[in-house]
């Protein structure tokens, strides 16, 4: 088991290591075209995905923190809804985000049409909203949660009870803010911050449909429009090293994390009392965290179900109710698939772990674990590369027909981009369980297949459905991988509503679009619920 465990690693590891091995097989025309691209397209690339970067970083630090300061540390009217409705957006791919938002402002739509008909004005009322201050936007409203999430737990109970100490002691609450909550949020800001961040290097459709250059829409146009492998791997290899320096800094603030969320004893509901807030203070908390959830979900949400309902009743053709049966059914299955593969593999790993199974297999779990962090359009382009050199050299083989344009191929980039995630939950639910339960069923002579089963089973049955959940909801959602690796004829929503919108075909992705957004509500209203409880 612990061998098969460790090939099976290493196997979803190759694409990673495919892309970086790549810079050693470069011809001299290799080294042309990167010279080429140094002096034509990397600094715009650079200097867009740098902006970008910096622009969400802090916006998300902005209304995250201060969100979850609001939340966790003051009483306010509306405040048990907020608890919860700020983690919606969550629910909202920043794609789908953008495709709502264009529709709605842009000098066509009903917006600019309404306020030059009521008011006689002529021309365009504002720049077009596909640029890249709008993707800043779009993207902190998407994913502002992540830095609300961690930082909100860090100023839980034990931040409350060390804020009331510092009031009696005569420090007022600009000082306690400063010196006592901000210091036990720092690390859980850092650590979402980065979460934020690697999702934005990763995408691909917010990127594509306004038209900006970043490192992921240049991969996939130098693989599939310019034909040029070498070039994807040089712009997936750089986009990989800037992906591995945000995650090395968010495992540092995850290291730091631990010592300022630990919690000394039992709270106190005397020493836990949240600042009241009232007047004007109380309203600004209130439209603190309601705008967010208004722009990032309510309002996007609310302007798709009233384009679904303008295509049901006035389109000649109808809801193309067929064909998005055969896309739901298509998605399902591929997120269904995943979700089940990579949880199997992630009991798997986390019990031969648990089990302290040699250092091999630890090293190989801890490299397939960076596959989260590394975007869908790279680890397509680390799939293909060694089986395009497997193609080259076997051509009678067939390598190309078993990855590109199969199933097996786009589940193989799924498994290497969401088996962190599994990995994550299992590993929690471990967590949980003594291995002095371990050591008394093996005591009774229970077999290792039969403690797998029979005891961990259930003690792990919610980590485990929880795993399922956030694979099926994240596969449901990717986009880039899908599209360079999908077989031919099998669409998923992701890819469909995603087309309908290149194509200024806004009514008919808001079917698609809506069809994620519920999948994506389920693992957030569970998660609200268990930080509740």
Not at 334 to 345: E, G, K, N, Q
């Amino acid at each position: 088991m612990r061998v098969l465990l460790s090939v099976i690693c290493v196997a979803l590891a190759l694409p990673v290591l495919a892309v970086l091995g790549a810079w050693f097989s470069f011809d001299a025309a290799a080294w042309v075209v990167l010279r080429h691209q140094a002096t034509t397209v990397l600094p715009e690339y650079v200097l867009q995905s740098g902006v970008l970067a910096l622009g969400v970083g802090v916006g998300v630090v902005l209304l995250g923190a201060s969100t979850a300061a609001v939340v966790a540390l003051t009483q306010f009217p509306g405040r048990r809804i907020f608890e919860w409705a700020l983690l919606l957006p969550m629910a909202l791919p920043a794609y789908v985000l953008a495709y709502a938002w264009t529709d709605a402002l842009q000098f066509a739509g009903p917006v600019q049409t309404a306020l030059r008909k009521t008011f006689g004005w002529r021309g365009a009322l504002w720049p077009d909203v596909r640029n890249l201050g709008s993707a800043i936007v779009l993207f902190v409203l998407c994913l502002y949660p992540y830095v609300y999430l961690l930082a909100r737990a860090a100023l839980g109970e034990r931040a409350v009870r060390l804020m009331e100490a510092a009031r009696l002691l005569g420090a007022p609450l600009a000082r306690r803010v400063r010196e006592v909550a901000l210091p036990m949020a720092r690390p859980a800001v850092a650590a979402g911050t980065a979460l934020a961040l690697m999702e934005v290097l990763a995408d691909y459709g917010v990127g594509s449909y306004f038209g900006l250059t970043t490192f992921s829409t240049g991969i996939y146009k130098a693989w599939l429009v310019m034909n040029d492998r070498n070039a994807a791997a040089q712009l997936a290899s750089v986009l990989l090293l800037v992906v591995a320096a945000v995650l090395a800094a968010e495992r540092a603030a995850q290291r730091r994390l631990r010592w300022a969320a630990g919690r000394g004893g039992a709270p106190d509901a005397a020493d836990a009392r949240r600042v009241v807030l009232s007047g004007w203070t109380a309203r600004a908390a209130t439209a603190l965290c309601a705008l967010p959830v208004l722009l990032g979900f309510v309002l996007p949400v609310v302007w798709l179900l009233r384009l679904l309902w303008l295509e049901a009743r006035y389109s000649e053709f109808g809801l193309p109710l067929e064909r998005f049966v055969q896309w739901s059914a298509t998605s399902l299955y591929l997120a269904a698939s995943a979700a089940l593969a990579a949880t199997l593999l992630a009991w798997a790993l986390g019990y031969a772990l648990r089990a302290r199974q040699g250092r091999v297999l630890s090293l190989a779990a801890r490299t397939l674990a960076l596959g989260y962090a590394v975007p869908g359009a790279v680890i397509a382009v680390g799939i293909l590369i060694p089986i395009g050199w497997l193609q080259e050299r076997f051509p009678a083989a067939g390598f190309g027909a078993l990855v590109s344009g199969t199933v097996g191929g786009l589940l193989a980039a799924y498994l290497v981009r969401v088996s962190a995630v599994a990995m994550q939950s299992v590993e929690s639910g471990y967590a949980r369980v003594a291995p002095s339960v371990d050591e008394s069923a093996q005591l009774l002579g229970a077999r290792p297949w039969r403690v797998l089963l029979a005891l961990h089973l259930p003690l792990l049955r919610s980590s485990l459905l929880a795993a399922m959940l956030l694979v099926f909801v994240d596969v449901m959602k990717e986009l880039p991988a899908t599209l360079v690796l999908r077989p031919f004829g099998s669409d998923t929503l992701a890819v469909v509503a995603y087309n309908f919108a290149r194509d200024e075909r806004l009514a008919e992705a808001a079917l698609p679009s809506l069809a994620m957004v519920v999948v994506g509500l389920l693992p957030v209203l569970l998660l609200s619920r268990a930080m509740r409880r």
